[in-house]
């Protein structure tokens, strides 16, 4: 079974960035898009951005575009997100996910279009 783990939550004050980590066991991300989601309490878990498997395609929630970077670094078989200029409403439990789907650049949003999901990492960002 694939094991997902996220990294890089914490307290940030509004305008600051953060970078979190999400890894993989073995080799599991490779040939597979991986997304990043979020959920605040109280809300419904929302995508927030997603990467193609060959790192070649990048897409973004509104939410977060012009903000965030994804990217992935297959040697270390970990996925990243950036995000910058940070604001109290991206306070949330962050989840990364792998798509289940192989091979495919489609962007995929929806939670159940991804498996192998993580435990989450909070960010709390204050105003």
């Known amino acids: 079974q694939v094991q997902v783990a996220e990294s890089g939550g914490g307290l940030k004050q509004a305008g600051d960035s953060l970078t979190l980590s999400c890894a993989a066991s073995?080799?599991?991300?490779?040939?597979?898009?991986v997304g990043w989601f979020r959920q605040a309490p109280g809300k419904e878990r929302e995508f927030v951005a997603g990467i193609g498997w060959s790192g070649g395609r990048k897409y973004y929630a509104p939410s977060v575009e012009g903000r965030a970077n994804i990217y992935r670094h297959d040697a270390e078989n970990a996925v990243y997100l950036r995000v910058d200029n940070l604001k109290v409403e991206d306070t949330a439990v962050y989840y990364c996910a792998m798509a289940r789907a192989s091979y495919s650049d489609y962007e995929w949003r929806r939670p159940e279009d991804f498996g192998s999901w993580g435990q989450g990492t909070q960010v709390t960002v204050s105003s």
């Open positions: 073995d080799r599991a991300f490779s040939g597979h898009g």
